[in-house]
């Protein structure tokens, strides 16, 4: 195999140590992995010609930085495009991008789907130029944890990019402490749908320079979790612009409401909206108006009062919540989820309704299994409508003779529960069978 084939799919000849310098091929997963590869064990790549996935951990790319880089050959061309390999994964390197510049160009020939980076320090600047007007068949790009110079200013290079760029389906750049996006680079992904900026330091000023008018105009998914956002008008604003955003993803930060919250206009077409872990002790307002699904879950919430008349999908697990939201605000709603709050009963109404959900969740709550509050989780386990945690995470923790019991084995017989509604016509019989006999 050329040498240009081993910079291809390593993206250098990567420096033996030790004993793992070789390649390891699983066929059932179709999945190879290899460490620190050199020329003298170059053999070992041919296991992963017939791999799907080939990961490269490991190396020292520098020292290639000088070695020549020719045009591949019809024979290399042809190898390259009968691989079957989807997506590259190159992890705990030091890449050169002069010498990443050189090489990705080569991708055009391969069926590669998915580039992704790991733990890798990018170093230097690179000549770009080569790209220009290059296409790629990579739709998917990732950099996780990685270290580079920062974006702004290198807006050239973008562009030199932009033919393959403004192809690409989905891009992750997480865990790498990213702080701002120019507004430039997001305009060159033009088809982009999928966004993932997670665990990195954007905070509240950094989303609206980031999605600037004609930035990303295609965006379907946003993540941002475990960020340093707090203004939930800032993010709210910065948003504003992605007219097809429906997926956004703002848990693990922390916000705060402010006076100017209720002025933002969401994009209409936003439909799923995650605020699970954001410290909220009250519902932020306003929310998007045509949410499917909305995750509210872990945090302080103590009441819900909201009419959302398009939502599906409603999660509010561990919240201080005494109460069940009324049914009656979410006329399409088939998903409630209600773990570890702090509700004790449920009201017979409240039961009624929420027979008419798919999927009901209401564990480690701390029942009190009256009647009425046994009786309607019985009936609703029954009609097959309670989902996981059934039985075993429901256990009474009132009255005193039923504390820790299992909610499923309370009984609710008729004689007991409804003693009333035995007596009163019982009366009546007795006192017309008293009449006759007179």
Not at 207 to 233: K, M, V
């Amino acid at each position: 195999m050329s040498v240009s084939v081993l910079l291809l799919l390593g993206l250098g000849l990567l420096v033996a140590e030790g004993r793992r310098d070789r390649c390891f091929f699983n066929r059932t997963q179709e999945y190879c992995v290899c460490y620190n590869l050199s020329e003298e064990t170059s053999s070992s790549i041919i296991q992963c010609l017939s791999a799907t996935v080939v990961e490269f951990q490991g190396g020292d790319l520098e020292k290639y930085i000088a070695f020549p880089i020719r045009d591949l050959d019809p024979s290399a061309i042809e190898t390259l495009g009968s691989l079957v390999i989807q997506k590259i994964i190159i992890g705990n390197v030091l890449v050169p991008e002069i010498l990443l510049a050189r090489v990705l160009r080569f991708f055009s020939y391969t069926h590669v789907q998915e580039l992704a980076f790991e733990s890798c320090i990018f170093q230097g600047t690179g000549n770009w130029s080569a790209m220009d007007g290059q296409t790629l068949p990579i739709v998917s790009l990732s950099f996780q944890n990685v270290t580079s110079s920062p974006l702004t200013g290198q807006e050239q290079a973008f562009s030199s990019l932009g033919r393959w760029l403004g192809t690409l389906q989905e891009l992750a750049v997480t865990s790498s402490r990213v702080t701002s996006l120019p507004c430039a680079i997001g305009r060159v992904f033009r088809a982009l749908r999928s966004l993932s900026l997670a665990q990195n330091s954007l905070g509240d000023g950094s989303l609206a320079p980031a999605f600037c008018q004609g930035a990303f105009p295609r965006l379907q998914e946003l993540s941002l979790h475990h960020n340093s956002l707090s203004s939930y008008h800032s993010v709210c604003e910065g948003v504003g612009l992605l007219l097809e955003l429906q997926h956004l993803d703002l848990s693990h930060n922390q916000l705060m409401a402010n006076s100017s919250s209720s002025s933002c206009q969401w994009p209409a077409s936003l439909r799923h909206l995650n605020l699970s872990n954001t410290g909220l002790h009250e519902v932020l307002m306003p929310l998007p108006p045509n949410l499917e699904v909305l995750d509210m879950s872990h945090n302080h919430l103590r009441a819900l009062d909201l009419l959302l008349s398009s939502l599906k999908k409603l999660f509010l697990s561990q919240n201080l919540l005494q109460a069940v939201p009324s049914i009656r605000n979410y006329p399409r709603l088939d998903t409630l989820h209600l773990d570890n709050n702090s509700i004790s009963e449920l009201p017979r109404d409240e039961v009624k309704l929420l027979g008419r959900l798919q999927d009901v969740a209401m564990a480690d709550n701390p029942f009190s299994c009256s009647c009425s509050g046994a009786g309607g989780l019985q009936a609703l386990a029954a009609s097959g409508h309670l989902g996981q945690g059934w039985p075993g995470q429901y256990r009474c923790q009132s009255p005193a003779q039923y504390q820790g019991w299992p909610v499923a084995q309370v009984p609710v017989s008729v004689l007991r529960c409804h003693l009333a509604a035995l007596v009163a016509p019982l009366c009546v019989v007795l006192a017309l069978l008293a009449v006759a006999g007179a």
